[in-house]
Structure formats: structure tokens, C-alpha cells
């Protein structure tokens, strides 16, 4: 079973600009909440560990959630309003966020809050904005340091500078958390926002050396690059059609996640042994599963069976 942890909002995408106002299509996503999704609907039990509003929006929420098979871990209600994101699209598709509604129930997690966990629970994703405003970050952070040694780790920083515009906050959560994951996944957008000019291979092997088993920079319609300790290689994005990229990261990761998972390879010592074959599979299959959220609206990862095999478990 997997934990995600982090926030769950509505994308609000402007559709029409209008004489007289503006059409909108508000959906629900957030970075976690889109791969807690995408995990479910590839076939993995998904608890998620995110701040909802008794609002409108928070109900909706939780209904969508239920529908897709995802658990929620019950937090304090602290009466605070969903977060939602205004959405800009341009030319390509890709996404510029703008957020305006501040303290938001995402954000209200108190360190307090952290439940024990089941056994059940193999491993654990976060990342994005709760891991770097307060008081959610701290929380996850204690998450992070209490569960290091005994659950997989993943965490995508997914930097939105709109929420938090300085980017030593977010340089600092990710120092901070970089030791405690066994997977990294950044993409190069982010990458350049905190360090600028910084070499994609030197930043992973320094990563590497700090404690993850795996990292992986994903460079959108380029591919991604990966390394462990043993191996490392690129890949190519699959071409297909291409509404916008919204959510197309998160479900790269939870493709990743999951490829990881059905192979046998979700732990410390999985991804040390993972060669340079099983590690291509894996980062395809997630590829192949981005592609897809691409080719329509929003943040809208496709199911298991839409994507290929791949290799057996390891004995």
C-alpha cells in the first residue's frame, strides 16, 4: 500500500476570455492528490494523507477520492477553505499556476496530527507545495524523519515559486528531505528555478551520495535521464497528442512508483539491484503513462490496462 501525502485542490482553467467575464473549468488536482489517482487507477491501494475542507470543494474531494479507491487517513478539521489554483494554458499546453487563496486546509497539518502508521503501508510519496509552507512542511518532515528507515520514500519537489517565491525556502525543504527519500524525481524546470545553470548530472550524483537509491530529472518533451549507484540512462518522451501537460509529471511518478513496485524493486535494496534493462522498463512505462494524461484536459492518468507489460518480478 502506498501513502501520499501532501495537497489536494481544484485546477481552475480559464477557458474563455470574455467581453463580460471569463469561462472556467474547474477540476480537481494538486500534485499528490493526481498520484494517489494514478496509482489507484493503476491497480495499487492508495491511502492519502492531505489536509480537506468541509467545503463545496472539499466534499467534491472526498468524492473523488472514494470513487477512485482512495483512502483517507482522518485529520482534524480546522475549517479552512479548499485551495484552488487559476490555471493559464499557452500555445503548447504547458501550465502557469496562480493561487490566491491563503491558509488553506492543505496547509493545516500540525506535526500533532501524524497518526501511526500500519504495516501495510510499504512506501510513502510527498512533495510539492505542502512540503514547503507551514505548518504542513514541518509536519512532513517529521513524516520524512520518522519513517525513513522502515518505509520507501519518494518525493518530487514540484516548485511552484506563485505559493512560495523564495526560492531558498524551497532549496532548504529539499536539503532537508534529500537524505530521508529513497527516490528523487525532479524535473529540469525545477531544477533551474533553484539552481540555476547547475548541471543535471552533477546535481544527481550529488543527490546520490546524500542518500537516494534512485534519481531521476525528467525534461519533458526531451525524456528523462536516471541514476542509482550502478547504472544510469536516458530515455525519450513518447510523441502523441498533446492537449496540455497538466498533471503529467505526477503521473510520470506514479507510474515510476508503480513500475518499481510490480517489478519488485519498491525498497533500498530493489533499487540497488536494479540493472539497466529493468530500470528503461520502468522509466517507459511511466513515459507511456504521462503520454497519456497529455493527450487530454487536465490531470487525468490512465489505468492499467491502457498501458504495456513489463518485466516479471524479481524472485
Known amino acids: 500500500m502506498f501513502l501520499v501525502c501532501g495537497e489536494a485542490l481544484f485546477d481552475v482553467f480559464v477557458v474563455e476570455d470574455r467581453p463580460d467575464g471569463l469561462t472556467l473549468d474547474a477540476r480537481p488536482g494538486g500534485s499528490p492528490f493526481n498520484v494517489a489517482i494514478g496509482l489507484a487507477r493503476l491497480g495499487w491501494p492508495v491511502w492519502g494523507l492531505m489536509g480537506l475542507s468541509a467545503d463545496f470543494f472539499g466534499d467534491r474531494l472526498r468524492a473523488v477520492l ?3 479507491g482512495v483512502g483517507l487517513v482522518p485529520l482534524p478539521d480546522r475549517r479552512a477553505p479548499t485551495n484552488l489554483a487559476v490555471v493559464r494554458l499557452d500555445d503548447r499546453g504547458v501550465p502557469a499556476y496562480s493561487f490566491g487563496v491563503p491558509e488553506t486546509a492543505d496547509q493545516s497539518i500540525l506535526p500533532g496530527d501524524l497518526p501511526d502508521l500500519p504495516d501495510s503501508i510499504r512506501a510513502i510519496h510527498l512533495g510539492s507545495i505542502d512540503t514547503a509552507l507551514e505548518p504542513v512542511g514541518s509536519a512532513l518532515l517529521a513524516l520524512a524523519q520518522r519513517e525513513t528507515a522502515r518505509r520507501f520514500i519518494a518525493y518530487d519537489p514540484n516548485v511552484r515559486l506563485t505559493v512560495e517565491p523564495d526560492p531558498e525556502i524551497w532549496r532548504r525543504t529539499l536539503d532537508n528531505l534529500a537524505p530521508l527519500v529513497d527516490l528523487m524525481k525532479i524535473s529540469t524546470e525545477d531544477l533551474d528555478l533553484l ?13 546520490l551520495a546524500l542518500g537516494p537509491g534512485l534519481v531521476v530529472i525528467t525534461d519533458g ?9 550502478r547504472v544510469s540512462l536516458s530515455l525519450p518522451c513518447h510523441p502523441g497528442p498533446l492537449v496540455d501537460t497538466v498533471g503529467a509529471g505526477d503521473t510520470f511518478q506514479a507510474g515510476l512508483l508503480a513500475a518499481l513496485a510490480e517489478m519488485g524493486h519498491l525498497s533500498r535494496e530493489g533499487l540497488a539491484s536494479l540493472d ?10 511511466a ?3 504521462a503520454a497519456a494524461t ?4 487536465g490531470a487525468d492518468p490512465p489505468r492499467r490496462h491502457a498501458l504495456p507489460h513489463l518485466p516479471e518480478k524479481c524472485p
Not at 543535471?200 to 543527490?207: I, R
Not at 518533451?221 to 549507484?229: F, H, Q, S, V
Not at 497529455?294 to 484536459?297: I, V, Y
Request: proline fraction near 5%.
Open 66 to 68: 472514494a470513487k477512485e
Open 287 to 289: 513515459a507511456r503513462a
Open 294 to 297: 497529455c493527450s487530454r484536459r
Open 276 to 285: 539497466r534493462e529493468r530500470l528503461a522498463a520502468a522509466l517507459d512505462f
Open 195 to 207: 539552481y540555476p545553470g547547475r548541471d543535471p548530472e552533477e546535481a544527481a550524483h550529488s543527490w
Open 221 to 229: 518533451e526531451k525524456g528523462a535521464r536516471a541514476w542509482t549507484g
